[in-house]
């Protein structure tokens, strides 16, 4: 997982990969889920941007394989223009023509829970407009 801040707010931020992990052409097909419930198979890479699918008004959209390989993208406090890709030139996962977003975060590695579960915990940890409190209490001998 990678997140980060952009200098500024902006409307285009895109993680691309290698088609081979996702695209219905290659060894490992996906599937595709934005947190508004939209999902289907992943694109071929064959058909370039025009497999690319997009959702408005999403706070992250991830792509899967079977072999629990996931990529997704995040906007924890942001409603952006979701964009998923079969991957290289088509992009992968990211944000395009949106509502500028500015905190981003990446999660990319093995999934250990359904996809829909791990993104709605990460996007709900890691919104900053909601921030964790720690709450101390007085320490205890063994």
């Not at 064959?46 to 497999?51: F, I, K, L, R, Y």
């Amino acid at each position: 997982m990678d997140g980060g801040f952009l200098g500024r707010a902006d409307p285009t931020v895109l993680d691309f990969d290698n088609p081979k992990n996702f695209a219905a052409d290659g060894p490992t097909p996906g599937t595709w889920l934005f947190s508004n419930g939209q999902s289907g198979p992943v694109g071929r890479e064959a058909d370039g941007v025009p497999a690319q699918v997009k959702a408005p008004n999403a706070r992250w959209g991830i792509k899967f394989n079977a072999e629990k390989l996931a990529l997704g993208l995040i906007t924890p406090e942001t409603a952006a223009s979701h964009v998923i890709a079969p991957g290289a030139g088509a992009g992968g996962v990211g944000i395009e023509s949106s509502p500028p977003a500015q905190h981003f975060v990446t999660f990319a590695g093995v999934l250990e829970a359904p996809p829909a579960e791990t993104m709605n915990r990460l996007q709900s940890t890691l919104d900053l407009k909601r921030p964790v409190s720690v709450q101390l209490h007085a320490l205890q001998s063994r």
